[in-house]
């Protein structure tokens, strides 16, 4: 399970529904939505937190899909884009889903450890 502190925020995947939870809360904050935001895709992804390492406090999150050409329609993004010329791609893919960063949050490095932590994850590290 990749886990790692890099400066003043550690990455993790989510563990527990309370993780889990709190990235749905989260997103309904960053995307102006009245309470959290939960879909039926939230249990077949892999849920990216990022915290503070000064309170431990959730600061940005991304979730991920994997899967291949043969999946595709199964996507989330294939609700809404015609996704079919991509289901003879023989290789993995990862669908990059629901990133977001606290709005009161307004540092540069949240995102980088967040693209750190999908390098990891593409790397299978």
Known sequence: MMSFVKGSYEVSVAKSDDDLSESQILCGLCFNLEGS??????????????????DNRLVGYFRMLAGTGASIDSSYSAQFYDLSALAGFSGSMIELGQFCIHPSEQVPDIIRIAWAALTACVDGK
Do not use: P, Y
């Open 37 to 54: 935001d939960a879909d039926g895709f939230d249990k077949s992804c892999s849920h990216i937190l990022i915290r503070s390492t000064q």
